[in-house]
C-alpha cells in the first residue's frame, strides 16, 4: 500500500509561484509514474502532469496543454517526493491538487491512478 501526503499549497498572486510537495510511502517509488491532477469547484478532476519510469534513472515529464511552460514536475527518489513547480500563476489554475500515483506508465486519466494523496488547495488570490 502506498501513501500520498501533499504539502506546499496556499495563496499566491497573479504571476506568483508555488512549490508542491508530494510525499510517498512505499520501497518501490522511483519506479512509480507519479502526476498531478487538479480540481477546481464544480469541474471535473483533470491531467496536469506526469514524470513516468522508463528503465533505471531514466523519467520523462508530460504536461497539460494549459500548464506547458509554466509548470515543472521533479521528484527525488531519495526523498520518496514528487514536486510541482507551478510558475506565472493565473487565476484559472485556482483549485484543489492531487498526487497521485500508478505503475504501467503513462496516463493522463485519473481512473487509471491506483493511489491519491488528500489534496492540497491552491488559490490565486488576485
Known amino acids: 500500500q502506498v501513501q500520498l501526503v501533499e504539502s506546499g499549497g496556499g495563496l499566491a498572486q497573479t504571476g506568483g509561484s508555488l512549490r508542491l510537495s508530494c510525499e510517498a510511502s512505499?520501497?518501490?517509488?522511483?519506479?512509480?509514474?507519479m502526476a498531478w491532477f487538479r480540481q477546481a469547484p464544480g469541474k471535473e478532476r483533470e491531467f496536469v502532469a506526469t514524470?513516468?519510469?522508463?528503465?533505471?534513472?531514466?523519467?520523462?515529464?508530460d504536461y497539460a496543454d494549459s500548464v506547458t511552460g509554466r509548470f515543472a514536475i521533479s521528484r527525488d527518489n531519495a526523498k520518496n517526493t514528487v514536486f510541482l513547480q507551478m510558475n506565472s500563476l493565473k487565476p484559472e489554475d485556482t483549485a484543489v491538487y492531487y498526487c497521485?500515483?500508478?505503475?504501467?506508465?503513462?496516463?493522463?486519466?485519473?481512473?487509471?491512478?491506483?493511489?491519491w494523496g488528500q489534496g492540497t488547495q491552491v488559490t490565486d488570490s488576485s
Open positions: 512505499g520501497r518501490t517509488f522511483s519506479t512509480y509514474d
Open positions: 514524470i513516468n519510469w522508463l528503465d533505471g534513472n531514466t523519467y520523462y515529464a
Open positions: 497521485a500515483g500508478r505503475s504501467g506508465g503513462n496516463s493522463h486519466a485519473s481512473r487509471e491512478y491506483d493511489y
